[in-house]
Every structure is written in C-alpha cells, then in structure tokens.
C-alpha cells in the first residue's frame, strides 16, 4: 500500500531542497486569514510594507496573514509607546522592563511603601523593588509627584480595564466620580505639567467610563489650559491623542458624532498607535454630517484624512478618495496607502487569473474578480499615469512600479516591462529592488503563451537559483499553475500533472494518457525541467516505474499481450521491484492482508503474473481434458486481484479498507489530504466469476465443482456490495442478506453439493457461507 | 388624546379582538413574542407600546454574541447588551454563538465555555434586574461542530435554575434532515422562518423568505421531537453589491429612505442603483452600487403561516416576529400580525 504525506506541487519543493538551497528555504507564509483572506487562493508578489513608511495601519485592511499577531502587536505597542515615553520623559537610565513593572504590573501596597520611603529616606526601597532601576531613580531623586501619580493610577486601574471580558466591567459611578475629585485636587497641586498631563488623561478616562459625558467634556476644558504645553513638550507625547479619545468618545456618547468623529480623524492622523481604533469610532452616517465634518478641518491634511478614513473601508472603490487626497494633501502618507490597497485588490482580481486552478472557486465563492476590475484597473492606471505626470508625490519610484504592475495585471506585458525598465535606475533600496525583481518575474511568467525547451529552463534556474522565488513563496504555485496551463495548451497532460503533483499522485488512478505522456518525456527529456520532473526523488528515470503502471492499465483490462509487451522493456532485473504477490492462494477468510508464503514458487511479480495468465489461458484452450483445473487457477488470480482478494496491488497501487462501506455507491474516493486526487478501487469480480463458472462446469469431480460453486458465489456476494441495490446491514458485524440474483451460487451449494466434503469444510471454516447455508 | 394614548387604545382594541376570536375558536392563541436585536435597549415609549401594548409580550432580547473576533485567541463575548431604560421585568435572553466561536473552543474546554456564558447572563440578569424565564442559544451549527455544540449545550443546561428553559433557534433545513443535523438538547425549539435564499448572491429575489423554497422545506415536523415555537420575519435590509460582490447590509432600510431620486434609481421593482456616491445609514455607497431592497410582504407571510402550520402536527405554542425596530409599525399593522399568529393557530 503507498501511504505517504505530500502536497502538491512538490516537484517544485523537490528542486528547492537539492543540497546546495537547503538554508535558503523559506518558510511559507501565505497562511490567509484576516478581513480580506478567507478562503480565497491567489497569488501575491505585492509587499506592502516596502511601499509604505507609515505602516501602522496598513495590516488591518491588507489582511496580512496573521491577525492575532497584529491585534496583539497593536496593543504591545500601545504599552511600549508608553513606556518609551515614561522612560524618556522621566528617567532615561530606568531599564524599560523596570519601568513596564511599576506601571503596568506593581499593585497598590508596593508603590505606596515606594512612597513612604522616597518620603523620608528612612526606610530602603521596598523588598519587591529593590532591584527594579525605575523605582531606585524615583526614590533616590525623591520624586513624590510621580510615585503619587502612579498609585492613583492604580486606584484608577479596577475602573477603566477589563481583564475578563466575561466579567460585567466594575461601574460604581459614584466611586470612580470620588477618585475624579481625588485626581483634581492631586492635579492641582502637581507642579510637573507633565504629570498634569498624566492626570489629565486618568481623570478624562475615568469620567468616560463612568459613563458622565458632559462631564467629561466639562474636565477636558477645564484641565487641558493648566497644562503647559510646552513643559509637558505635549508634541511629543501620546498622552492628548489618547485624552482626546476620551473626549471625543462622550461627544460620541452625547450624540455629537460629526465633531467626535472629526477628532477621531484628528487621532488617525497622529497618533499611528490609536489609528486603528480612532477608524473604528469614525461615526458618520449621513451626506450632510460628512460635510459638517469635512467643514469642521482646520486645513487640507485634515481633509485629506477624512477621505483616507472613507476610502479605508475593506470594501471601498478608493480610487474616488484618492482623488481628493491628491488635490489636498498629495505629498503625504494617505495617497500611497490607498494606492496600497487598491494594488492589492486588483492583484487578486486579476493575476493569474487564466491559469489559477483556484479561479473558480474563488468566483463562486468570493466573487473574485470584481464584475469590473479590468476597467477599474484601467481607471487608475490612468489616474497614476495623471500622478506620474504632474510630477508632485515624493516617491516617484513606487508610482513607476504600481502602473508597471497595473499594466502586468492588464496584460500589457509589453508596456509594462517599458514601464519597469524605467524604474530600474531609480531604484537603489534593496527591499525595493527586490520588490521590483518580484514584480518582473511575475509580469516574466504571465505573459508567457506557450511552453518551449527555452522557457523550461527559464524556470528551472529561476526555481533553483533565483533568490526572489524563496522570498516571494507564492511564486511556487504561481510558475506550477502557469506551468499546468501551459502544457495542457500544448497537449501534454502528464507533465501538467506533473506540476501540480508528485509523481506517485499518479498512482490513486492511473490514466493511459497521462503515463502515456510522461513517459515520452521521461525517455526524450528535452529541457533540464523536464529531465527533473520525471526523475524521482533519487534522481532516477521514472520510465520502469511507468512501464509497470502502463502494464497494469492493459492487465486492468485483460489485454495481456499488450501487458506482456510493455513488460519486455523493463529490464528483468527490476521486475520484483515493483510487486510481489500470491495470486494463486485459496483461503476461506475474507482478509486482504494475508502474510506472504515463503514459497517463492508460489510468489509472483508483475511480469511472471502475465506471463502465467498467459499460459492458463493457453492452456486453457489447448488441453480441454484439463481446463477445469486451469479456468479455476484463473478464477483464483482474477478473485485475488480485486479489492477483496489478497494479491489486490497487482491491479492496483492503493487500496483504502475505508472505502468498503461505500462502494456501492461509487468505486471513486477523495484522497485525504491530496487535493484533486482521486482513488479508483478495482472491484470487479465478473472475470473471476466467469472463470469459476467455467471451471465448475468442466469440472468432473463434485468436489472441485463444489469448490468452482463456493468462489463463484463469493464473487456474486462481492458484485452484491458493489451494486447499487446493496443496502447497508444495520449493524457493522451483521451479515447483509443476499437478494436473490446475488445468492445463485449460494444455493447451488446447498442443494447440489451439501453432501460433499468441501460444504462440510466450508460450513464449518467460513461463517459467511455457513449463515447463508442456515437459512 | 395624544399619540401613544391613541396607539395604546388602537391596540388594546386589537387584542380584544383577538381574545374574542380565540374564545369562539375554543383554541388558545399562540403567545406572541417580540425580538430586540439591538446592542442598545432603548426604545422608545411609542414603539413599546405598540409592541406589547397590555404587558403580555414575551421577549426575546440579545444579551451578547459569543465569537472568536480577530486577534482572540479564544471565544469571548462580544457586543454585549447595554440598556438605557428598564428591560421588561421577565425575558428569554439570547445569545448568538459563531461558528467560529465554536470552531475556536477545543472540546475539554467547552464545559468552561458554557460556564462563562451563564456566568455572564446570570450577571447582566442581575444588573438589569430582570428575571430570565428562557435562555436562548442561537448557532447554525455545521456537521462537524455539532457534537461540540450540543455539549455546549448540555452542560449550559445544568447550570440552568429551575422553572429557567434552555431553547434553541432551529433552522428549517435542520428540521428537514433532523437525522443528519441531530436535534440539540434543549426543552424547546425555536424555528426561524426566514433566510431561505443566499443573501450574498446578487440574483436572488428574496434572501429572507420565499414560499417556493418554504415549500420544500416543510418535511420533518411530525417527528421531530423538539417543541417548535416560530419565529416569523418582519425586519427589511438593503443588501449592498459592489461590482457584483456582496458588500454589506444595511439593516433597516425602507424603500422611503431610497426616494431621493438624485441619488438612487429604481431599477426593477425591489432593486436600486446608486446614482451617486452618497452616505446612507452609515455606509459610504459608490456610484454604481446596487442596493436590494428585501422584506417579506403580508402576503407572502400569510402563505408561509398556513403552508407551516398545514405541514405541523399541532400549533406552536408561542409565535414571535423577528425584530422589533422603529421602522416596524411603520411597515405593519396590528391586524396583519394577528393573522399570522391567528394562521398558525388552527
């Protein structure tokens, strides 16, 4: 049985992991998921973080393969964001980690005896902190406004964090209210606008969560004028986007949503740590509420953000939104991330599209392409050509890249290697050369038309020695479909098997035209491709292998001359290599998996298997005084080789016992795990049954006619559980009942040959025979 | 007399009816019950006295959604209920489970999972100060996810107090090939009639209910062995194409909020191009855009009512409609919802 783990498309791993580039394979990463990826197959040579400094939000609507990852980072990040901050602002010797306990992990107790130490320098710094280089500088410094800071901000710390989104969040507006009272007074008499500035955020925050919008906004006006901008050096902090959230959040909360949407735009624009959820509050609804909105940017980058928080919904045409950045802002971050996405969505439209095995699935069920992508493609290579033009975004380079890839994704392979060529001068980042590496390739294999000896060893040095191939991994199913579409143009459909499957793929349901094929190649390989892709593992020639399967196809079908003569050129020396089985063994037991004589006059290969049916069937005909015994012989190989009988692999390289329940239904089976393959069960007993008939008929002694009966009507059984008129017993070990034209055999047994010895063995060596014989 | 003084009356009137009908009939109605599906419980004084005018509706209100959002690693509840008046003293509360949601639990952390839900129900419960006459789960649970789901559920059903009943929404196929889908193990049923077509797909007529594909659908009910209660449509969506892809929906819409010609164009009797690209209830639409106006006219329910009840062995018990938001009484009268309780009565 041939049992192995694979994927498709292996030749291509096969190639990679010849010695010379086994450091150098990468591991695949195109595992989608994420809001755009959920199920869709294409490919992509797309990076979207070469193309964009500001890179902040570009996961979020790129889907870049690992969301968790993103999610989690995006809230790492807000705590590292903070404790570079606290560390800089405060105390530049503090080690990071030292600063990230006292803030985040320190309770209550060990910052108020950190207190009451720093106080009067009686007592040493608290046992739990007596290594952490944060809280030696507060106290050696004496620094009693920040360590009261940071034990009111764990007092704050129950009211406005969840940890258990299973936990209804603590809301005691009354008590969160008196910590508000309690934070005003300490903000009143904290001389560091910085740690006002702190005080700020924990007191906006709380009323917020408390649920007091009016409030909130009442404490934003109230407290952010005493702070010093400059001494809090407020531009460089996080802390008023984060306290503007708050405060657009009970705007939002008071049904103000143009003007909380608006600062939430604010939020997006500066704060890349708070981008992603400042889009997800962005709350317009209405045409004239946008306006209110837009009329409400105090300049054009504000504006430009607005149309940037429109046109990064994950559905959107932002090409609209682009246009009116382009007016407003065109030297800034949106237009480039927009331009991102829009790539990105067409190349999923449109690369690949004439070859990808997955494009129908991706169409019923994604609805991929578009109903108008090509023209969208269209519109906005015109609309990068206007920006190329007019000459006024600072990154003229990757403008030059997206039309030569838009063009790529048109099929204007012509203009688009112009178009590339271009860029390739202006170009001296190596991400970005190698993007661009990437994007010739893929506009390289697209516009390939037909397969030559050429382009076979294009591909060949390109799978073995190119590096952008390991750095792009979607290329590996790129040049295979490619490939496939290729050959199955020219009428090679073995070697577009070949691309997509490992050899022995083959096998689960061999096909005369596919070996047929490959086998041509195998023996004529005219390129460096095709010589490795009818090799197997070891680097030898798959022609015997293919050989013995052509052999099997005519033995399937009982053309044993035709089988006999593709044997003859397969050395002899090889033949037991690929089987050896007993196909001449009696048994009453219904087992296929039998252990081998050590009779080796008993055992056969492929090839001594069709030269002795040969012979029988010869025989047969010539010494009609003896046939009974030869027909029976027959009988036996032809019952053996099927899928109830032991010497099943001389029809057939894959049996799977799980099949049975089934095979009434269908003699086709999915292969797990291998996609597209399917495992074809030989069951046919009519040949046997044939055989024994003749045999029982020829036959001159009641016993060995009672012998030929008995495997004939085991024959019928078998035709019964692959017939669709087979239903199933209703438990696993209950023997089904036999309708009637199934049981013929059967019943001539019991009532022609009970009183033979072979009835009595068989009744009591066989339950099957010996349930039917009761009834 | 002012406007919810004249609702009130209007429907006080229709109940009495009502009762005088059932009382000649010799057959007790149907309970009818109502669906709020909102994050916020907070309709108005008007809406709830046209929904249940004399205090006898029963409610089914989401509480929260279980899914597994990106960036969890596990199932977590999510849009939980926030209330901004009372809720009804005595409620079923629903909860919405994701396959995902289900797909992201191993099955040794099941029993944990429905311990956290009830956790969490049983504190909102006691937040809000009402009493849970029903839990209700709400999952279309796929083959492979049903053995987890049922644990789910039987272990949920353990924690459950007395005199509290665990029902399920049971979907029309799942009746149908009850043998196939399994029966989950919960003491009522409460069947969904409605999303019949597939919403994402831009030639279909009516995602939500159409009697033709009822019709096959009405096998099953003589042996199925869970009470069925019903729940009936009466929501309307505008279903959003972009270049022929599914986009989004946009829930409720009416045909009154697409008449602005400048920006929409009819273009059949239930589908609308946009003209322009324009805001509409939140969603930005581009030009070009289809939107498919879908809602389940009276009549059509009406079938749906008999050809149902026709094809079950004994009324329901309690017949509810699907969802209750301020543009319902503007779509439907007291009368056409009577008959379809009065429909499945007989």
Redesign the interface.
């Known amino acids: 049985m041939i049992n192995y783990v694979g994927s498709s498309k292996r030749w291509l791993i096969r190639l990679l992991l010849m010695p010379a580039f086994l450091p150098l394979v990468p591991a695949p990463v195109h595992t989608g998921c994420?809001?755009f990826d959920s199920g869709f197959a294409g490919y992509s040579f797309f990076r979207p973080s070469v193309w964009v400094q500001e890179r902040a939000f570009l996961p979020f609507y790129l889907g870049i393969n690992d969301?968790?990852r993103?999610?989690?980072s995006v809230e790492q990040k807000k705590e590292r964001d903070n404790v570079m901050e606290w560390t800089e602002r405060v105390c530049r010797e503090a080690r990071p980690e030292d600063v990230y306990y006292l803030v985040y992990k320190a309770d209550l107790l060990e910052i108020q005896l950190l207190r009451s130490a720093a106080a009067t320098h009686k007592l040493p710094v608290p046992p739990g902190l007596t290594d952490n280089t944060f809280a030696e500088y507060l106290y050696a410094q004496r620094c009693l406004e920040t360590i009261d800071y940071l034990a009111f901000a764990k007092k704050c710390e129950p009211w406005v964090t969840a940890p258990d989104?299973?936990?209804?969040p603590a809301r005691d507006t009354v008590a969160m209210l008196a910590l508000v009272r309690e934070g005003r007074k300490a903000f009143r008499s904290t001389r560091s606008d910085y740690m006002r500035l702190r005080y700020a955020y924990q007191l906006v925050r709380l009323a917020h969560y408390a649920g007091q919008y009016e409030y909130t906004l009442e404490l934003y006006d109230w407290l952010m004028p005493k702070i010093d901008p400059d001494r809090a050096r407020m531009d460089d902090s996080l802390l008023p986007w984060w306290i503007l959230g708050h405060y657009a959040g009970a705007l939002h909360g008071l049904g103000r949503r143009v003007e909380a949407s608006y600062h939430f735009a604010r939020i997006f624009l500066h704060c890349p740590s708070r981008r992603e959820s400042a889009y997800r509050s962005f709350?317009?609804?209405?045409?004239e509420?946008?306006k209110a909105c837009l009329a409400l940017c105090v300049d054009d980058r504000e504006r430009a953000t607005l149309y940037a928080i429109?046109g990064s919904?994950p559905?959107?045409?932002a090409l609209?939104e682009m246009r009116h950045i382009y007016v407003l802002w065109p030297e800034g971050p949106w237009l480039e991330m927009l331009l991102v996405k829009e790539l990105h969505e067409l190349e999923r439209d449109l690369l690949g599209l004439a070859f990808n095995d997955r494009a129908e699935q991706n169409r019923l069920r994604?609805?991929?392409p578009?109903?108008?992508?090509g023209a969208?493609a269209i519109e906005l290579e015109a609309f990068v050509r206007q920006v190329l033009e007019e000459d006024r975004v600072p990154h003229r380079p990757l403008w030059l890249m997206a039309l030569g890839y838009l063009q790529t994704l048109r099929g204007d392979y012509y203009a688009a290697s112009r178009t590339f060529e271009k860029v390739v001068g202006q170009v001296s980042q190596p991400e970005l050369r190698e993007q661009l590496d990437a994007m010739q390739w893929a506009l390289r294999i697209s516009s390939w038309r037909e397969v030559t000896p050429e382009i076979e060893d294009e591909v060949f040095a390109f799978v073995r020695e190119n590096p952008v191939y390991r750095k792009y991994p979607d290329f590996q199913d790129f040049v295979a479909d490619k490939m496939t579409w290729l050959y199955r143009r020219a009428g090679r459909p073995g070697l577009a098997f070949l691309c997509q499957h490992p050899w022995r793929d083959l096998l689960y349901d061999p096909k005369m035209e596919l070996v047929d094929d490959i086998l041509a190649a195998a023996r004529n390989p005219r390129s460096r491709f095709v010589r490795w892709l009818t090799r197997d593992a070891d680097g030898n020639s798959l022609e015997p292998r293919l050989l013995d399967v052509k052999a099997t196809l005519y033995l399937q079908k009982n053309q044993l001359e035709a089988a006999w003569q593709v044997y003859q050129d397969i050395p002899r020396t090889r033949w037991d290599e690929f089987l050896q089985v007993e196909p001449f063994a009696v048994s009453f037991a219904e087992r296929v998996h039998v252990p081998l004589s050590l009779d080796s006059a008993s055992m056969y290969n492929r090839g001594e298997l069709i030269k002795e049916l040969l012979d029988l069937e010869y025989r047969s005909r010539a010494e009609p005084d003896r046939n009974a015994r030869y027909f029976f012989r027959l009988g036996l190989a032809w019952y053996n080789m099927t899928y109830f009988g032991q010497a099943w692999k001389a029809l057939d390289y894959y049996r799977s016992g799980a099949s049975w329940s089934r095979l009434y239904e269908t003699q086709l089976f999915p292969v797990p795990g291998r996609e597209g393959i399917f495992n074809r069960e030989y069951t046919d007993c009519n040949r046997a049954l044939y055989y024994f008939e003749k045999a029982r008929l020829q036959a001159r002694s009641r016993e060995s006619q009672a012998k030929a009966a008995f495997m004939a009507a085991r024959c019928e059984r078998n035709n019964y559980f692959t017939s669709p008129e087979y239903r199933p017993p209703p438990c696993d070990d209950c023997i089904p009942v036999l309708p009637p034209q199934f049981r013929t055999h059967y019943d001539l047994l019991r009532y022609y040959y009970s009183d033979t010895e072979f009835y009595r063995q068989a009744i009591e060596e066989c339950s099957w025979f010996a349930a039917y014989a009761r009834r | 007399m002012n406007t919810i003084a004249k609702v009130t009356l209007l429907c006080s009137l229709c109940l009495s009816l009502l009762s005088v009908w059932s009382c000649r009939a010799g057959v007790e109605p149907p309970r009818t019950g109502w669906y709020y599906w909102q994050q916020r419980w907070q309709p108005s004084d008007s809406l709830l006295a046209w929904a249940d005018p004399e205090g006898k509706t029963q409610w089914y209100v989401r509480f929260f959604d279980i899914d597994t959002p990106?960036?969890?690693?596990a199932p977590?509840?999510v849009a939980r209920l926030e209330w901004g008046r009372p809720l009804p003293d005595t409620l079923a509360a629903a909860v919405f489970i994701t396959t995902r949601a289900l797909e992201a639990v191993p099955d040794e952390g099941v029993a944990h999972l429905a311990a956290?839900?009830w956790?969490?129900i049983e504190?909102?419960a006691r937040?809000a100060e009402v009493h849970l006459a029903e839990v209700q789960m709400d999952c279309d649970w796929t083959p492979s996810l049903r053995d987890r789901y049922f644990a789910f559920l039987s272990a949920f059903r353990q924690m459950l107090p007395a005199g509290c009943v665990l029902s399920a929404t049971i979907r029309l196929h799942q009746v149908k090939w009850a043998e196939r889908t399994g029966v989950p193990p919960v003491d009522r049923g409460m069947l969904m009639v409605y999303n019949t077509g597939r919403v994402?797909d831009l030639a279909e007529r009516n995602s939500i209910l159409e009697t033709e594909v009822l019709r096959r659908y009405l096998t099953g009910f003589d042996t199925y062995p869970l009470p069925l209660d019903l729940v009936w449509p009466v929501f309307g969506w505008g279903v959003v194409f972009?270049?022929?892809?599914?986009?989004?929906l946009i829930h409720p819409l009416s045909r009154a909020e697409l008449a602005d010609t400048a920006r929409f164009a009819q273009a059949g009797d239930y589908r609308f191009a946009v003209r322009q690209?324009?805001?509409?209830?939140?969603h930005?639409l581009?030009a070009?855009d289809t939107i498919r106006l879908e809602a389940v006219p009276f009549d059509t329910l009406l079938v749906a009512a008999r050809l149902l009840r026709q094809a079950m062995p004994r009324p329901p018990q309690r017949v509810a409609f699907y969802h209750l938001d301020e543009l319902v009484p503007q779509n439907w009268t007291h009368d056409q919802l009577r008959r379809i309780v009065e429909a499945m009565a007989h």
């Open positions: 994420g809001p969301a968790v993103y999610y989690r989104p299973w936990t209804l709350d317009i609804r209405t045409d509420e946008w429109r919904a559905d959107s045409r609209e994604y609805h991929i578009r109903d108008r992508a969208y | 990106e960036g969890a690693a977590v509840p956290k839900t956790q969490l504190q909102m937040a994402q972009r270049e022929g892809r599914f986009v989004r690209s324009t805001w509409l209830k939140g930005y581009y070009g």
